[in-house]
């Protein structure tokens, strides 16, 4: 703070003395006008005297500063370009990372895909498995039922033929006969007759 208000004094005091060099000069030779080509030797004097104090005053105060600035502001270029730098490779990195992430969902998603379409036609399978051995369940024991039905119903009607077939003896004989022998003997006659039928012509 302190050398930035020296300097500039000292400034304008060196580059005065010179013009009060020169006006004295000029006020002693009198109107004669100077050439270009004069050596003035206060002048020259008094030029290199602010030259080198110039040189020394920013030398000591302004360059030391300006370079310090310089350099701090060099390097806090090449810190934010470091940042910089160092940011783009981690963005590079989680951008490399996210596409690997995102691939490896599209590839799980196309497994649990597959997996549900062979799942589905597993069990779109056994469903219909399942249904045909139900059926065919079904089907067995209907015909179980059927085969039992007629059954019964064939031995119903053959108790009813021979009860039939008593009866009419009975009427046709006027007398009442033992029930007992005469169903064996009816029945007797019925199996001849179907042993008959079944044996081959």
């Known amino acids: 703070?302190?050398?930035?208000?020296?300097?500039?004094?000292?400034?304008?005091?060196?580059?005065?003395?010179?013009?009060?060099?020169?006006?004295?000069?000029?006020?002693?030779?009198g109107a004669a006008e100077p050439s270009l080509f004069d050596i003035n030797t206060g002048l020259s004097v008094w030029t290199l005297i602010v030259f080198a104090g110039l040189l020394f005053l920013?030398?000591?105060?302004?360059?030391?500063?300006?370079?310090?600035a310089v350099d701090a502001r060099e390097k806090?270029?090449?810190?934010?370009?470091?940042?910089a730098a160092a940011r783009q490779a981690e963005a590079e990195k989680l951008l490399d990372e996210h596409r690997r992430q995102l691939a490896d969902a599209r590839r799980q998603a196309g497994e649990i895909l597959a997996e549900g379409r062979?799942?589905?036609?597993?069990?779109?399978?056994?469903?219909?498995?399942?249904?045909?051995?139900?059926?065919?369940?079904?089907?067995?024991?209907?015909?179980q039922d059927i085969e039992r039905e007629r059954d019964a119903a064939i031995e119903a009607?053959?108790?009813?033929?021979?009860?039939?077939?008593?009866?009419?003896?009975?009427?046709?004989?006027?007398?009442?006969?033992?029930?007992?022998?005469?169903?064996?003997?009816?029945?007797?006659?019925?199996?001849e007759m179907a042993e008959d039928r079944g044996a081959p012509a």
């Open 1 to 29: 703070m302190r050398a930035s208000r020296i300097l500039p004094a000292v400034l304008v005091f060196l580059a005065s003395s010179p013009l009060a060099v020169l006006a004295q000069e000029h006020g002693a030779e």
């Open 58 to 68: 920013l030398g000591r105060y302004a360059w030391g500063p300006i370079l310090t």
């Open 118 to 143: 062979v799942a589905g036609d597993r069990l779109r399978k056994e469903i219909e498995e399942k249904a045909r051995s139900e059926a065919q369940g079904i089907l067995e024991r209907a015909r």
């Open 76 to 83: 806090g270029i090449q810190n934010a370009l470091d940042e």
């Open 157 to 191: 009607l053959r108790k009813a033929s021979v009860d039939l077939a008593l009866a009419a003896a009975s009427r046709l004989m006027h007398e009442h006969l033992d029930e007992a022998k005469d169903r064996q003997l009816v029945e007797r006659f019925l199996d």
